[in-house]
Structure formats: structure tokens, C-alpha cells
């Protein structure tokens, strides 16, 4: 089955740097599109950044652009997202998701448990 | 593309009909889709395509609409289905993104 397992969340503080890890299992990862999603304590959720399949396109949220980079190995199934530059409004649970896709769109199908990503002095 | 979602809060009882409704500030055509959060879970995807049920998710969901407007109906509420449900659009290009959610609560 689909299984999706984040890593590399924890307290950190402005202005520092944090990698986030998704390893991937239970289908075939070079196939799929995939997202980072997040979720500030008690609040909604915001989508971050998507991968395409092969890597060849990556876009980003306003809200991130030019301070994180998503990527992935399909080698080793891992996605990943490079966080620079952390502001206490990164605060949130990061959730890796896996596109699901018909003839026409695609939407996240399958979803981690997230991790937790704490930005504090 | 900015989604509204309302109410905000839907406090209802066992086996009464509830109506999501998600507004979008232009046209996405039928590329919406609708997540369940219940509390200490991920989101689980359960209408995509406005109206398209995901495998496994009850009959009683039921997804409506087209363009703008679209609407998350719970036929009969269950003590389960008490969680914050958000809509997603996933039209053309990203950004992507989330309505505010409505938590339902059921009395």
C-alpha cells in the first residue's frame, strides 16, 4: 500500500535552514506528481510546493518563493523540501501528499502524517 | 484563485442533511475537489472533479457544482463525520489552493 513517511521537522531558529525528507513506498514514486502541504497549529491548510514526476517542473506558493526548493531523488524515492531563510510564520505541520491523477487533473490521494517544523529564537 | 468557504461552523444532529458550500473567485471549471480532516489526521481526499466519489468514501457524501459555486451535501449525518472539511482547486497552472474550511460538529 501507499505509504508516505516525513522526516526532518523539529525547532529551529529565524533566519536558519531545515530539510524536510518524504520517503516513499508501495508504488512506483518516479510516476507521480508530488506536494509539500502544511498546517500552522489549529489553523487551515496551505499548499507549499509540486514536483512533477521527473522533476522538470517545480512551482511554489507566493508565501515561499525564493526561500524553499522542492526536490526529489527517484532513485532512493524521497522528496524533499529545502527551507531558508525560516520565519516564525513557517510554524506548521508539513504534510508530503501524492498526486492522483484522471485524464483531465490531478489531486493529493495520499497524504503522510506530517512533521512538525517549529521556527523560534 | 481564492476559495470561500461557508459557514464556517455547522453545528448539527444525527441523520439531519448537511450543505458545504466552496465559492471561488473565478472559474475553475470542475477541477475541485473536497478533503476530510478529523482531529490528530491527515486530510483524506473524498470528492475530486466537483462530484466524483473516491473509492470507499460513503454514498451519503455527495459533491455538486460547476464554475464557481460548488457544494459538499451530507445526506444524513453519522457521529463519524464530525471534522473540518476543506475544498482544493486544482485548475490549469498552481498556485493550488485551499478554502478556509467548515468544521462540522454534530450535537
Known amino acids: 500500500q501507499v505509504q508516505l513517511v516525513e522526516s526532518g521537522g523539529g525547532v529551529v531558529q529565524p533566519g536558519r535552514s531545515l530539510r524536510l525528507s518524504c520517503a516513499a513506498s508501495?508504488?512506483?514514486?518516479?510516476?507521480?506528481?508530488m506536494h509539500w502541504v502544511r498546517q500552522a497549529p489549529g489553523k487551515g491548510l496551505e499548499w507549499v510546493a509540486l514536483?512533477?514526476?521527473?522533476?522538470?517542473?517545480?512551482f511554489y506558493a507566493d508565501s515561499v518563493k525564493g526561500r524553499f526548493t522542492i526536490s526529489r531523488d527517484n532513485s532512493n524515492n524521497t522528496l524533499y523540501l529545502d527551507m531558508n531563510s525560516l520565519r516564525a510564520e513557517d510554524t506548521a505541520k508539513y504534510y508530503c501528499?501524492?498526486?492522483?491523477?484522471?485524464?483531465?487533473?490531478?489531486?493529493?490521494?495520499?497524504w503522510g502524517q506530517g512533521t512538525l517544523v517549529t521556527v523560534s529564537s | 484563485i481564492v476559495l470561500t468557504q461557508s459557514p464556517a461552523t455547522l453545528s448539527l444532529s444525527p441523520g439531519e442533511r448537511a450543505t458545504l458550500s466552496c465559492r471561488a473567485s473565478q472559474s475553475v471549471d470542475i477541477y475541485l475537489a473536497w478533503y476530510q480532516q478529523k482531529p490528530g489526521q491527515a486530510p483524506k481526499l473524498l470528492i475530486f472533479d466537483a462530484s466524483k466519489r473516491v473509492t470507499g468514501t460513503p454514498a451519503r457524501f455527495s459533491g455538486s457544482g460547476s464554475g464557481t459555486d460548488f457544494t459538499l451535501t451530507i445526506s444524513s449525518l453519522e457521529t463519524e463525520d464530525s471534522a473540518i472539511y476543506y475544498c482544493q482547486q486544482r485548475s490549469k497552472r498552481p498556485p493550488l489552493t485551499f478554502g478556509g474550511g467548515t468544521k462540522v460538529e454534530i450535537k
Open positions: 508501495g508504488f512506483t514514486f518516479s510516476s507521480y506528481g
Open positions: 501528499t501524492r498526486d492522483q491523477c484522471t485524464t483531465t487533473s490531478c489531486y493529493s490521494a495520499y
Open positions: 514536483i512533477w514526476h521527473d522533476g522538470s517542473y517545480k
